[in-house]
């Protein structure tokens, strides 16, 4: 099985700060890897795929890169909407999603 | 618009059953790849199954031969059938649309989710 680390857990952050999430995978997954947004209480959104897709609709502050085994989400600029827990999660075998990092409030 | 609409949840006793059902509307369930992903309380996302449009299916090995996914072309419903139920069954269990792009899934449509209490 493919395990997914991400670090940090959790991130305190200002608005306008850039942010950077990092996901690890315990063995090469090409670019199959998705990045999503999950608020309190809501559904996950898919933000990300094929570790560097914009999905439709998400703003350009978002973007992601890497390949093989370390990827990054990163937030140019923090919005006050951006305040969630983000999610990796690869389709090179099967699916698995990392831990999550919370991104909160300084 | 894709709408997801996830019913059947509730407090179950554990070894009993329960029977998910996902309405589907703006798109055909029958010719998408359709996914099951679940969420215990206060903890991360976990894959549960899957269904080809051709009808394969696959399952996380903690639900294999207690979980059955399916399909209902007719009502434009994808359905989880759980068996056996256990306590670390105790989730909000989502059905979500799983996008092939070159590479099988990304996620891109999820329904509000459905809370599985299993308690005696």
């Known amino acids: 099985d493919i395990q997914m680390t991400q670090s940090p857990s959790t991130l305190s952050a200002s608005v306008g700060d850039r942010v950077t999430i990092t996901c690890r995978a315990s063995q090469s997954i090409s670019s199959w890897l998705a990045w999503y947004q999950q608020k309190p209480g809501k559904a996950p959104k898919l933000l990300i795929y094929k570790a560097s897709t914009l999905e439709s609709g998400v703003p350009s502050r978002f973007s992601g890169s890497g390949s093989g085994t370390e990827f990054t989400l990163t937030i140019t600029s923090l919005h006050p909407d951006d305040f969630a827990t983000y999610y990796c999660q690869q389709y090179s075998s099967y699916w698995t999603f990392g831990q999550g990092t919370k991104v909160e409030i300084k | 618009e894709v709408q997801l609409v996830e019913t059947g949840g509730g407090l179950i006793q554990p070894g009993g059953s329960l029977r998910l059902s996902c309405a589907a509307s703006g798109f055909t369930v029958s010719s998408n790849y359709m996914t099951w992903v679940r969420q215990a309380p206060g903890k991360g996302l976990e894959w549960v199954s899957i269904?080809?449009?051709?009808?394969?299916?696959y399952y996380a090995d903690s639900v294999k031969g207690r979980f059955t996914i399916s399909r209902d072309s007719s009502k434009n419903t994808l359905s989880l059938q759980m068996n056996a139920l256990r306590a670390e069954d105790t989730a909000v269990y989502y059905c979500?649309?799983?996008?092939?792009?070159?590479?099988?899934?990304?996620?891109?449509?999820w329904g509000q989710g459905t809370l599985v209490t299993v308690s005696s």
């Open positions: 269904i080809y449009s051709a009808g394969t299916t």
């Open positions: 979500a649309r799983a996008s092939y792009n070159v590479g099988c899934c990304s996620f891109d449509s």
